[in-house]
């Protein structure tokens, strides 16, 4: 089992940047994705984007290509999700997620093993 905790989310006006950090503990050395994503009131949780962990190949969801950058600190076990342009739109909870093995697609949160708790994301217009 892999914790994650996330930090970073607040409040932000359109077209500001924020940056989202998940700090995994535990089982750290089994990772095969590290994901994020997102769900906002009333609507189902969404892939944002993703690496994966031995390779560094980066995934994103179509609407958040050009404006999110996913990346990764192996020495501090740490992914970052780098979030510019911001639009009302983006507003949601981001929860980072830890995929330990290969057993699907990485945009399907059915792959991943472990969820953080979330981090609030609010832009403004």
């Known amino acids: 089992q892999v914790q994650l905790v996330e930090s970073g989310g607040g409040l932000v006006q359109a077209g500001g940047s924020l940056r989202l950090s998940c700090a995994a503990s535990?089982?750290?050395?089994?990772?095969?994705?590290m994901g994020w994503f997102r769900q906002a009131p009333g609507k189902e949780r969404e892939f944002v984007a993703a690496?994966?962990?031995?390779?560094?190949?980066?995934y994103y969801a179509d609407s958040m290509k050009g404006r999110f950058t996913i990346s990764r600190d192996n020495a501090k076990n740490t992914v970052y999700l780098q979030m510019n342009s911001l639009k009302p739109e983006d507003t949601a909870v981001y929860f980072c997620?830890?995929?330990?093995?290969?057993?699907?697609?990485?945009?399907?949160?059915?792959?991943?093993?472990?969820w953080g708790q979330g981090t609030q994301v609010t832009v403004s217009s």
């Open positions: 997620a830890a995929a330990l093995y290969y057993s699907g697609t990485y945009y399907n949160p059915g792959t991943y093993n472990d």
């Open positions: 690496i994966r962990w031995s390779s560094g190949n980066t």
């Open positions: 535990g089982r750290t050395f089994s990772r095969y994705y």
